[in-house]
């Protein structure tokens, strides 16, 4: 049974930076592409970035390109999402999703990933 628990969501002004971190256990977390995915109130839950197995492509919705950057520890069993120049419309639940097969690349589909944290908070005030 694979589990991922996300941390380091908060409350941070616009303009401003936040980490989330997701640890992975149960399996061999290298062998598994990762993503990110975030549910605003009233939202469907959206794609956000997503990395593989091999680190060499990652995935960004437009909406954050230039503004966030997905990344991995393999030696931590980690992923996270370095967040910069937030905005008030990147408040949302933040997702993190394991892909169920063994390498396969970067994906945008939902449907494509697993396994899913709880989420953490990320609240951007104006």
């Known amino acids: 049974q694979v589990q991922l628990v996300e941390s380091g969501g908060g409350l941070v002004q616009a303009g401003g930076s936040l980490r989330l971190s997701c640890s992975a256990s149960?399996?061999?977390?290298?062998?598994?592409?990762m993503g990110w995915f975030r549910q605003a109130p009233g939202k469907e839950r959206e794609f956000v970035a997503a990395?593989?197995?091999?680190?060499?492509?990652?995935l960004y919705a437009d909406s954050v390109k230039g503004r966030f950057t997905i990344s991995r520890d393999n030696a931590k069993n980690t992923v996270y999402l370095q967040m910069n120049s937030l905005k008030p419309e990147d408040t949302a639940v933040y997702y993190c999703?394991?892909?169920?097969?063994?390498?396969?690349?970067?994906?945008?589909?939902?449907?494509?990933?697993?396994?899913w944290g709880q989420g953490t908070q990320v609240t951007v005030s104006s």
């Open positions: 149960g399996r061999t977390f290298s062998s598994y592409a």
């Open positions: 990395i593989s197995w091999s680190f060499r492509s990652t």
């Open positions: 999703a394991a892909r169920g097969a063994k390498y396969h690349s970067a994906s945008n589909y939902q449907g494509d990933y697993d396994y």
